[in-house]
């Protein structure tokens, strides 16, 4: 039955990293890391490594228990593409042994002609029609319409403050959906 859990979503910078929090005041139950991805270094134009400041990035490893608590398949769904599991996924609190599936999105990162965010299609071409709830920081209502018209399944599509991250409340919504969901494909479920 594992393939007919709804899939998890998961951007790393605003709900994981809550980057837009104030430089001196780091939210509660996160810690400091300081690393140089290969995407990091790649944006410092030739410059060699050891003179890229690291990028700081805010972490609590609170999350990935209480993610894998959640009845969702956990996706990567973030501009750190395969690094997320490289330099996020363990320090969260997810299996250090065991990738995350990573929807890649390749180098366009420029807004598209119909004002949809540069993940959106690639979100929707991966779900390929599965249930699917997507945590992110720049999602629109122009991706919920795109999103609407584009995928057949059930979607959440769930605004994260990039100030605040996953909070109780986030993790709650999406249970709350998650159960929502399994109700109603349940055979003999009308509703
Ligand atoms: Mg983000």
């Known amino acids: 039955m594992t393939d007919t859990k709804p899939l998890l979503l998961l951007d790393v910078d605003g709900p994981l990293n809550p980057f837009g929090a104030p430089p001196h ?7 400091t890391h300081r690393m140089k991805p290969d995407n990091w ?30 009845p969702y398949e956990l996706v990567w769904a973030t501009t750190w593409e ?21 929807i890649e999105f390749g180098d366009q990162w ?27 920081d720049q999602i629109s209502d122009v991706d919920r319409a795109y999103v609407d018209r584009h995928h057949p399944g059930p979607a959440l599509l769930h605004w994260v403050d990039p100030r ?3 909070t109780e409340d986030d993790f709650a919504v999406l249970a709350d959906w998650a159960a929502r969901i399994s109700t109603h494909n349940t055979p003999g479920a009308h509703q």
């Not at 410059?47 to 228990?65: C, D, I, Q, S, T």
């Not at 002609?113 to 997507?134: E, H, I, L, S």
């Open 25 to 31: 005041r780091r939210p509660a139950g996160y810690q």
């Open 41 to 70: 270094i790649a944006q410092h134009d030739g410059l060699p490594e050891h003179r890229v400041k690291p990028l700081r990035v805010w972490l609590n490893p609170a999350h990935g228990p209480a993610l894998m608590a959640l």
């Open 82 to 102: 395969h690094d997320a599991n490289d330099w996020i996924g363990w320090r969260i609190g997810l299996p250090r042994e065991q990738d995350l599936p990573v």
């Open 110 to 136: 420029t807004v598209r002609p119909d004002g949809t965010y540069v993940k959106t299609w690639p979100v929707v071409a991966y779900a390929a029609g599965r249930p699917f709830a997507w945590v992110d």
């Open 164 to 166: 605040k991250g996953l």
